[in-house]
Each structure stands twice: as C-alpha cells, then as structure tokens.
T-cell receptor, first 115, second 113 residues
Framework: AQSVTQLGSHVSVSEGALVLLRCNYS??????LFWYVQYPNQGLQLLLK??????LVKGINGFEAEFKKSETSFHLTKPSAHMSDAAEYFC?????????????FGTGTKLQVIP | KAGVTQTPRYLIKTRGQQVTLSCSPI?????VSWYQQTPGQGLQFLFE???????NKGNFPGRFSGRQFSNSRSEMNVSTLELGDSALYLC????????????FGPGTRLLVL
C-alpha cells in the first residue's frame, strides 16, 4: 500500500526566510503527487501537482516542488515566507488501486511564520 | 465551473442523534470521497463513491455510511453520534482518473454535545 510521510508536524520560519516542507512517498513506480494547503476552517486547496511532465513543478503563491525519484521525495519550497503562508500543508499521492484512483494523504505540516 | 459544495456548513447535534451531510461535486465529476479531520487524528479517509458504487472504504465503524445518487451528489450519514464524531467533514470530487486532482469543498463542521 502506498504511504506518504511528512517530516515535521510543525515548522516555524521567520518572515522572508526559506520555507521547506518535506514529503516522501513509497512507490515502485512514479505516482501522481500533490501539495495542498488548508487555512483554518476551510477545505484543502491545491497548491501544485506533479504528473511527470517536469520534475520541478511551480504552483500558486510562489511555491514549487521538486520530484526526486531516487529519493522518493517531493519537497515543497518557497524562497521567502510571507505571513499569509501560515497554514497547514498536506502532501498526497494518487495511484492505481486496481483500476481506480486511490489518494493517500500525509499527516500534514503546520507552518508558522514569525514576524 | 462551480466548485464542490457542502451543506450544511455547521451543525450541532447531541449524542445518540444521527446526521446527514451532503456534497455536490464539480459538474462532470463522478468520484466523491469523504474525509474526517480532527486535531488528534488528522485527515482520515472515510469512503469513496464512483458512479453510485462504493469503491473504497476507510477504517471507520458501520455507524458511518454513505451513498451517491445518479447525479453524482453524495450524502454521508452518521448514526448514534458520539462525542468523538465532532470533526470537520470534508468532501472531495474528481473525475476518478488516477492522474486527476481531487477538489475539496469547504467542509461541514459537526459538533456533538
């Protein structure tokens, strides 16, 4: 079964600092990978998606993620944190569960941005 | 295109009651998934419906059930509510293809007293 590991349930960065949120997946074949963001009391919003077209994926709000097959990783980065980036971030994997889509989410990482 | 809608947005129930939550997917989407989100357990998968059939189910007791209608709208029902059922219930829709994105609704916040 597919699994997704997000290292660090809480990450704190200073405003203007680099944001790095880690995600590793378990799969013998390249899956489809997603990052979502969730603001308090809201649903999950898609940040970006990897579908094998390019290993570096650019998303909304200045975020990007790099797919590294050798490391089975899909870490999310942003060069300069903004206060509005404070939210919870989820990494997810979509793969084939016998002919249909199965999506597995990581446990989430709460990002705190310190002024 | 309109997004995923969930009704009601907020709900207060008492222990022992039952509740029905509704989800309307994005037009054309045939897959609807339900998730429970709590501070302690995080985001947990409940079940997924595709073309009125449950294809996948998470590890929840039988008190949690769902269904999907021919227009792809879905409902989930929780019977004999317990305090621990207080959570944000999220619905997500997709085309069902492996490469496609799940789009989430705003959620229904359920409080069980």
């Amino acid at each position: 079964a597919q699994s997704v590991t997000q290292l660090g349930s809480h990450v704190s960065v200073s405003e203007g600092a680099l944001v790095l949120l880690r995600c590793n997946y378990s799969s013998s074949v390249p899956p489809y990978l997603f990052w979502y963001v969730q603001y308090p009391n809201q649903g999950l919003q898609l940040l970006l998606k990897y579908t094998s077209a390019a290993t570096l994926v650019k998303g909304i709000n200045g975020f990007e993620a790099e797919f590294k097959k050798s490391e089975t990783s899909f870490h999310l980065t942003k060069p300069s944190a903004h206060m509005s980036d404070a939210a919870e971030y989820f990494c997810a994997v979509s793969d084939d569960a016998g002919g249909y889509q199965k999506v597995t989410f990581g446990t989430g990482t709460k990002l705190q941005v310190i002024p | 295109k309109a997004g995923v809608t969930q009704t009601p947005r907020y709900l207060i129930k008492t222990r022992g009651q039952q509740v029905t939550l509704s989800c309307s997917p994005i037009s054309g989407h045939r897959s609807v998934s339900w998730y429970q989100q709590t501070p302690g357990q995080g985001l947990q998968f409940l079940f997924e419906y595709f073309s009125e059939t449950q294809r996948n189910k998470g590890n929840f007791p039988g008190r949690f059930s769902g269904r999907q209608f021919s227009n792809s709208r879905s409902e989930m029902n929780v019977s004999t509510l317990e305090l621990g059922d207080s959570a944000l219930y999220l619905c997500a829709s997709s085309s069902g293809l492996i490469s496609e994105t799940q789009y989430f609704g705003p959620g229904t916040r359920l409080l069980v007293l």
